[in-house]
């Protein structure tokens, strides 16, 4: 339970998987060996045909959305999701973890759909069917409430999300569960940084900092890793004050331990967009003002970039895409600015890098009241949501 969390920790932090490592040497060459469409689409009919059990079937689902996904045929995948639930939603007091599984990707193809309240229920069904099968101070239940809250924050409900962080911490410390109770109080602080970065206040940004501080003076969790996390958010806060000798620290930290063995994202500019059709939307008048002006339907990239053995990102291009991608230059210039712990190298290699491949989708959710009709439209305010993607 504590590898566990302790790897949820840093990737809530760093928001990366583990690429695959591969050396630095021209030409570099990407190797994917995953199952083919078409091999897992043979795989479900085959699985559905001999009538397999919940598990298998929900497993070969599973494979196959997410190959639909990786193709940009999103609503193909959900469709795949959808009828898998239809089939096995019934037998979540068997498998609840396969079936949670099922609504969480659900949620997760939603949100790339813009279909803001799929995402919401599909998390909260989640979250209850693991309550509702296990020991209420089991992790991943604690784990799953952690995800109601990170519903919220991407929502848009921040005191919400932050309300919820801070309950799941409590409740996690009175039974006995300190790293879970760590990893809400992180998401708290991570949010804090956020609207510090966005809201640009003096009030948010100290919020920010004094909650880091208390943390790192008597850390939740009481690990080495847990109290790193919290100066990655310290670090990424400072630099964006213009203060980098914190970030500087930590690099140092990690390349006196040898580096580390998979990506630690130390810094990163936020993604920025929508500033001037935001404000737009907000001013009101007209319902033209809160019509949608960009084509978000079908519109996605595939950004691969190395990370080197000093964690600077080296040329981020645009791998794959459907349709144009003027929108993406953004994502482009955020992924540029990122600044990773030193890796760790095998021998005297000093070549050694790591690949990432990172799909971003550019949507905007679906609404109901956008001109005062019952019409469900797009909201006027475009969003990029992203999914890694890295073997």
């Keep these: 339970m504590l590898k566990t969390f302790q790897l949820t920790t840093m990737l809530l932090i760093a928001g990366v998987n ?5 050396n630095d040497e021209a030409p570099r060459e990407i190797v994917v060996t995953a199952r083919s469409l078409k091999d897992t689409e043979s795989d ?24 639909q996904f990786v193709e ?14 239809g089939r096995n939603r019934k037998h979540k007091g068997q498998y609840p973890i396969e079936v949670s599984d099922l609504l969480r990707a659900n949620g997760n193809v939603a949100a ?75 998401r708290d602080l991570s949010l804090r940084v956020q609207r ?29 890793d847990i109290k790193i996390a919290a100066e990655i958010l310290k670090s990424r806060l400072d630099r964006a004050s213009g203060n980098s000798e914190t970030a500087d620290r930590l690099i140092a930290r990690y390349a006196s331990l040898g580096g580390t063995n998979r990506p630690v994202l130390l810094y990163s500019t ?11 939307a907000m001013a009101g008048g007209s319902d033209l003002n809160r019509i949608g002006t960009q084509v978000v339907e079908n519109r996605w990239v595939d950004v691969g970039f ?13 791998l794959r895409n459907k349709g144009d991608t003027d929108w993406a230059d953004v994502v482009l210039k955020a992924i540029k600015t ?23 989708s550019l949507t905007a959710q679906y609404e109901n009241d956008v001109t005062g009709t019952r019409i469900r439209q797009r909201s006027p305010v475009a969003r990029i949501e992203r999914t890694d993607l890295t073997g």
């Design 306 to 318: 190395w990370i080197g053995a000093d964690g600077k990102v080296d040329a981020p291009e645009i």
């Design 270 to 280: 936020p993604i920025k967009m929508n500033e001037a059709q935001a404000a737009r």
């Design 44 to 67: 479900l009919k085959a699985c559905l045909a001999r009538k397999c059990p919940p598990d298998q079937d929900i497993k070969a689902s599973l494979a196959h959305a997410e190959n």
């Design 338 to 360: 990122r600044i990773y712990a030193p890796l760790k190298m095998e021998g005297d290699d000093a070549s050694l890098g790591v690949y990432a491949i990172e799909r971003y």
């Design 112 to 186: 790339h759909l813009g279909e803001a309240n799929v995402y919401r229920l599909s998390v909260l069904d989640m979250r209850d069917t693991l309550k509702s099968a296990l020991k209420s101070n089991d992790y991943r239940v604690f784990g799953a409430e952690i995800e109601v809250a990170d519903s919220r924050m991407k929502l848009g409900y921040l005191d919400e999300a932050s309300d919820k962080y801070l309950e799941v911490e409590k409740r996690a410390l009175s039974v006995g569960l300190p790293q879970v109770a760590a990893i809400a109080r992180l």
């Design 72 to 85: 940009g045929n999103y609503r193909d995948a959900r469709s795949t999701l959808v009828n898998a639930l």
């Design 18 to 22: 583990s690429p695959a490592t591969a």
């Design 196 to 224: 510090a970065e966005t809201e640009k206040t003096e009030f948010r940004k100290k919020e920010a900092l004094d909650g880091i501080d208390a943390f790192l003076n008597a850390p939740t969790g009481g690990s080495e």
